[in-house]
């Protein structure tokens, strides 16, 4: 079933595509206003629909701008070394706005290591 928005009076359908992609701007503006990139790793979960976008919790790099075509360019980005820049992009409404925070969990790379909870780091939200 089409989804429809609508803008000055007239009705345009957006695709889902078209959310997404909306939606992926929102998020690398927000990590552009931090003068950094982010590059998806996955879908987390915990969806929204708006008229606009598709938002969706990701998980991915937030590397600061100066060191991303390094990052960019490593054939493994799930290297340690990339570790200190995973963050998960989680999206929230305040005043009607959508926001995105990039929050630092925990990264545990031994699997006997028992989960922390309450431990997320508010980095920015924009």
């Known amino acids: 079933m089409p989804e429809y928005a609508i803008r000055k009076g ?6 889902f595509n078209q959310k997404a992609h909306n939606f992926t701007t929102l998020v690398n503006k927000a990590a552009a206003d931090l003068g950094c ?6 879908g987390e979960g ?7 976008l598709y938002c969706e ?6 590397v600061p701008i100066d060191i991303s075509s390094d990052f960019l360019a ?9 570790d200190e820049f995973f963050r998960f992009a989680q999206w929230r409404i305040s005043d009607d706005n959508i926001l995105i925070d990039f929050i630092k969990y925990p990264i545990y ?6 989960p922390m909870r309450n431990t997320k780091q ?4 924009v």
């Open 37 to 42: 990139i982010f590059c998806m790793d996955s």
């Open 74 to 82: 490593a054939k493994d980005k799930h290297d340690t070394r990339w």
């Open 109 to 114: 790379h031994d699997a006997k290591s028992p």
């Open 122 to 125: 508010l980095v920015t939200s």
């Open 57 to 62: 919790d990701i998980s991915g790099w937030l």
């Open 10 to 15: 007239a009705i345009k359908m957006l695709t």
């Open 46 to 52: 915990r969806e929204h629909f708006t008229d606009t």
